[in-house]
């Protein structure tokens, strides 16, 4: 199985202020199409998942650009700009493209 | 609008079955990648099944021969049949399409005796 690898596990941070957060993965996330299915998900305190960011920094549909992804192969960053009260929860890298599809640890983002 | 509704878990003893359903509108489930994701109390997220729009099946080890994923297209509804459960099954199952592109709010299975 793709083991991901997130750190930091638990980030606090400052309203305002800037987070990273890294992903690696232990074999290359290039699929035979191309694609690299990597993407981020956002779970906030007593809610589902929702994805952030799909096949390394394509953002989805209604997310503050203010949250952005790069990366490639096996080293994947997500970047949150500006950290706002509503981004405090746990982020999770995923990757879909070997079997089984397989998430990070997760990281837990919190308010300073 | 998308919505993904899970219905079916419950507090059930080792050994028995137990199925879930994920009731989809605003898309085709047919036509899509559908996951279950389930997230133990207090733990990370785990894919256990995916079924492709050619109806493709995938499962992790860890439910591999006891776990069925499957989906009704006339009722446009995915579904997890889940036998001989175990302790270590109990957590929140989560349905999702397309690659985590939506979820829905999740049904908790507790396994315990």
């Known amino acids: 199985d793709v083991v991901m690898t997130q750190s930091p596990l638990s980030l606090p941070v400052t309203l305002g202020q800037s987070a990273s957060i890294s992903c690696r993965s232990s074999?290359?996330?290039?699929?035979?199409?191309?694609?690299?299915?990597l993407h981020w998900f956002q779970q906030r305190p007593g809610q589902s998942p929702g994805r952030l960011i799909y096949?390394?920094?394509n953002r989805d549909s209604g997310v503050p650009d203010r949250f952005s992804g790069s990366g490639s192969g096996t080293d994947f960053t997500l970047e949150i700009s500006r950290v706002e009260a509503e981004d405090v929860g746990v982020y999770y890298c995923m990757q879909s493209t070997h079997w089984p599809w397989t998430f990070g640890q997760g990281t837990k983002v919190e308010i300073k | 609008e998308v919505q993904l509704v899970e219905t079916g878990g419950g507090l059930i003893q080792p050994g028995v079955s137990l199925r879930l359903s994920c009731a989809a509108s605003g898309f085709t489930v047919s036509d899509s990648y559908m996951a279950w994701v389930r997230q133990a109390p207090g733990k990370g997220l785990e894919c256990v099944s995916v079924i492709n729009p050619g109806g493709t099946t995938y499962y992790a080890d860890s439910v591999k021969g006891r776990f069925t994923i499957s989906r009704d297209s006339s009722k446009n509804t995915l579904y997890l049949q889940m036998n001989s459960l175990r302790a270590e099954d109990t957590a929140v199952y989560y349905c999702a399409v397309g690659g985590g592109r939506n979820w829905g709010q999740g049904t908790l299975v507790t396994v315990s005796s």
């Open positions: 074999q290359s996330l290039v699929s035979s199409d191309g694609n690299t299915y």
């Open positions: 096949k390394v920094s």
